[in-house]
Every structure is written in C-alpha cells, then in structure tokens.
C-alpha cells in the first residue's frame, strides 16, 4: 500500500493548522475529511470549536487512537509538529504543500515514521476516492 493509500485508510485524523477562514486550506481540509467520513479532530491553540468539532490546542492533547496527522502550518511550526505526533505515537504524517521545510522532512524519517511531503494536496487525494 503506497503512503497516501495508508494515509487514507485512516478514519481518526487530525488536522494541525485547521482555521475556521473558509478560504484558508486548513478549513477545506478539515471540511473535506468530514465531508468523506473521516472522524477529524482540528487542532488550533486559538479555537474552542471549527465546523462544529472541538478543537484541542496541541497533537499531544489529540485522543487517543489518531492514527494520522494532516499538517497545514508554518515550515517552522511543522518541524516542532513532527516531534510532537512522534512523541504522541502518531505514525502517519502528510505535510500539506507549503508547510513543508527539509529539517521537518529529514526529522520525520529519523524519527521512522510515514511520510507524504512534496506531493498532492490532501484536498487533490481525496477527490479520486469516494465519499465515506
């Protein structure tokens, strides 16, 4: 099973940067995994809720059972990101285009864990699969 594949069999996901700005990509993305099926859990220190879910303000305050993690932020706030799913035990990480840096990418495979970066956008994977 290629990364996306997996990343996609996931059904708890959480969503780092999600915004509650309908024009920003961490609303659509968040939007769009729920429009699918995907039990996604928003994280943003500054929201208490977005599209109705709770937010938590860290990955360390995800439930447990998140087995994935889209990442919409800042380059330098990704790389604090990967350390924080690593410790959290979350396996499955996919770097939306632009929250991508090489440390955050070179970080995440020392750490071993399974990584989409420099590819599509969630939003683009989720269209070729059907609704869930």
């Known amino acids: 099973m290629d990364a996306i594949a997996e990343f996609l069999a996931c059904r708890r996901i959480g969503v780092a940067g999600a915004s509650k700005d309908p024009e920003k990509y961490g609303n659509r993305v968040l939007v769009d995994l729920l429009a699918h099926g995907y039990e996604a859990i928003p994280i943003n220190p500054r929201e208490s809720a977005i599209e109705g879910q709770t937010c938590v303000a860290t990955v360390e305050q995800l ?4 087995e ?10 990704t790389e604090q990101i990967v350390e924080s799913a690593a410790r959290k035990g979350i396996r499955r990480l996919w770097m939306q285009p632009g929250a991508e840096s090489e440390a955050a990418i ?3 495979g020392e750490l071993g864990l399974t990584l989409i970066a420099g590819g599509p956008c969630v ?9 869930g």
């Open 63 to 66: 439930p447990d059972g998140v």
């Open 123 to 131: 939003l683009v994977a989720l269209r070729t699969r059907p609704r």
């Open 68 to 77: 994935a993690l889209s990442i919409i932020t800042p380059p330098k706030v």
């Open 106 to 108: 070179r970080r995440a």
